[in-house]
């Protein structure tokens, strides 16, 4: 085709455990990039998927000898965003596609609506789909964090997303390290843009979320980039003042009467159990804090590659 757009764009595939659909996504996948760009990429990033998954790559970088594909080899387990940012960091394209998952259930088309949508003048465009196949623990994520967020936009589950080389390059002045890719997009002030589409499956399929490494990000994200934590120690702060108050008319009201009753143990010890559950719950928070601050800012490696192969 002459009409081929000359943007060079990278895509990034994440490769997990589990993984079983990588030959069918990436037939699909290049074959989309070679009938509508001159040069392309794909980096496929393994994170402990397994030989199934790799045998996929192979399998069709042999029926596609003119493919530039990369597979980036993980020292171990690092789980979705520092094995993405592993690739993202690797890709060279003027776009570079994001793919957390080999399972698509949307139509080929869709790849291209991203990529045109982004020519439009937006850095960020995500393909999201119905709400009601994203598991309900992403759904509530997502509405807590869109809640108590600082900036403007507002996070929902995606299939894929395309970022332009500037979003790459402001990403990588926010921080040394990412640890929620998404938070970071939508907090460096460039125009994003959600497209919906109709899927062509039925169901619940993936989720950020499932395991504890994926909460654990979450947990990370609720810290770094809303109001949560903070605003859930002022709330405890004035609850236990409200109780202090409750409790001193208690000890008033107690003196001033005719009758003075041993009793009181019950109230007593209500307000020392709220007490300590606040004291407790602020120290977690706050050692929530230092943790993730420690972590960010004196471990020099983001991620550890154990290889890069070129084929």
Not at 45 to 68: F, P, T, W
Not at 159 to 187: C, D, E, G, L, M
Request: net charge negative; proline share 1%.
């Amino acid at each position: 085709m002459d009409n081929k757009e000359s943007n060079f764009v990278s895509a990034v595939v994440y490769l997990h455990r589990g993984e079983r659909h990588v030959y069918e996504f990436l037939q699909m996948l290049g074959g989309v990039l070679e009938d509508n760009f001159q040069k392309h990429e794909i980096i496929c990033v393994n994170d402990d998927a397994g030989s199934e998954a790799l045998d996929g790559v192979y399998r069709y970088k042999e029926e596609h000898d003119h493919a530039i594909v990369s597979i980036i080899q993980m020292g171990f387990f690092h789980g979705l965003e520092a094995s993405m940012n592993a690739g993202i960091d690797l890709a060279i394209g003027d776009f570079v596609f994001e793919f957390d998952s080999c399972y698509a259930d949307y139509d080929k088309e869709l790849v291209m609506d991203v990529y045109r949508k982004a020519l439009e003048g937006y850095d960020i465009v995500a393909a999201l789909p119905p709400k009601d196949q994203s598991r309900l623990s992403s759904r509530a994520f997502y509405a807590v964090y869109n809640c108590f967020s600082h900036g403007e936009g507002k996070l929902a589950t995606e299939r894929f997303q395309i970022i332009s080389r500037r979003a790459i390059n402001r990403t990588s002045a926010y921080s040394k390290t990412i640890p929620f890719r998404k938070a970071v997009y939508a907090s460096c002030g460039l125009k994003i843009y959600d497209m919906d589409y109709a899927s062509r499956t039925e169901g619940v399929i993936g989720s950020r979320f499932e395991d504890a490494q994926k909460k654990n990000t979450a947990v990370d994200a609720l810290i770094l980039f809303t109001d949560l934590a903070y605003k859930v120690s002022v709330f405890l702060s004035v609850l236990m003042a409200v109780l202090m108050v409750i409790a001193g008319i208690y000890v008033i009201v107690v003196y001033l009467g005719v009758n003075k009753p041993v009793e009181g143990w019950t109230a007593i010890m209500l307000v020392m159990t709220a007490g300590f559950f606040a004291t407790f719950l602020l120290l977690t928070i706050a050692i929530k804090y230092l943790d993730v601050l420690l972590r960010l800012v004196f471990k020099r490696q983001k991620y550890l590659i154990a290889s890069i192969e070129k084929l």
